[in-house]
């Protein structure tokens, strides 16, 4: 599990997972440079190729259905001919081995958004009832993701 997370003074994200440290690179907004990177803490040497993530703007790590999962949000995405909805990825983090899956596991966005929803421009993980919520605020609304016994997926506004 993931052991701890905060800013960075940087402009990015670092979590503490298992033997490794996984940061994020924001871009910053006249760049396209976003990277995630994994550096094995006992080597301290980096872990593999950084994943590139352009446009990253926030991020935020927590053990989302008992996977390891970083979420990585990017407010100025267009979704379809919509511009500025923006969108949410997820993506499977291997504790044991210090791998950030390349692949997006599940994506985040909100259906027939207006223009500059921002959708993702700043993340966190909290927790109720032993289980982890994920929070994605957009442009004056926040949105909290979690499963219920109930109900499989749930967005709530």
């Known amino acids: 599990p993931i052991a701890t997370s905060t800013p960075a003074a940087n402009g990015g994200y670092i979590a503490l997972a298992g033997n490794f440290a996984i940061t994020v690179a924001y871009d910053a907004p006249t760049t396209s440079t976003g990277a995630v990177s994994v550096v094995d803490l006992n080597a301290l040497a980096p ?3 950084p994943m590139p993530a352009p446009d990253v703007r926030a991020a935020t790590f927590a ?17 379809g001919t919509t511009e500025g909805v923006g ?13 950030v899956g390349a ?18 421009r700043a993340l966190t993980a909290m927790t109720y009832n032993n289980q982890s919520i994920l929070v994605v605020a957009a442009n004056n609304v926040v949105y909290a993701y979690y499963k219920t016994l109930l109900y499989g997926d749930t967005r709530q506004k």
């Open 47 to 49: 872990v593999g190729t």
């Open 63 to 79: 053990t989302l259905g008992g996977t390891a999962t970083i979420a990585l949000g990017f407010p100025t995405r267009s979704v």
């Open 87 to 99: 969108q949410v990825e997820l993506h499977a983090v291997d504790t044991a081995a210090g791998t």
């Open 103 to 120: 692949t997006v596991t599940e994506m985040l966005s909100i259906p027939e958004a207006d223009n500059d929803l921002l959708f993702g």
